[in-house]
Nanobody, 127 residues
Framework: QVQLVESGGGLVQAGGSLRLSCAAS????????MGWFRQAPGKGREVVVA????????RYADSVKGRFTVSRDNAKNTVYLQMNNLTPEDTAGYYC????????????????????WGQGTQVTVSS
């Protein structure tokens, strides 16, 4: 099984930055496309960004383009989400997920393509 653990969330003022980390277990990490999703109070879970297994392809939600940057270090079994110029609208629980299909070349942005999920880390942005 794949286990994912997010960290790096917290309380930050508008305009500030946070870097989230997602640590994965096992050697399978390098074979998996990964995604970051978020869920705000009263809203459904939405994709933030997805990244291919090699890191050479990414897909960002329009709401975070130019502000958030995803990266991965397969040698460390870790994917990162650098979040800059945060706004209160970014307040949500953030979840790391691994695609259900190993070695896929598809960078999926729908939650039903992901089989493994972390517990989430809370990001709260004050106005």
């Amino acid at each position: 099984q794949v286990q994912l653990v997010e960290s790096g969330g917290g309380l930050v003022q508008a305009g500030g930055s946070l870097r989230l980390s997602c640590a994965a277990s096992g050697r399978t990490f390098s074979s998996l496309a990964m995604g970051w999703f978020r869920q705000a109070p009263g809203k459904g879970r939405e994709v933030v960004v997805a990244i291919s297994r090699s890191g050479d392809s990414t897909r960002y939600a329009d709401s975070v383009k130019g502000r958030f940057t995803v990266s991965r270090d397969n040698a460390k079994n870790t994917v990162y989400l650098q979040m800059n110029n945060l706004t209160p609208e970014d307040t949500a629980g953030y979840y790391c997920a691994a695609d259900r299909t190993i070695y896929t070349s598809v960078v999926a942005t729908t939650a039903n393509n992901y089989a493994f999920w972390g517990q989430g880390t809370q990001v709260t942005v004050s106005s």
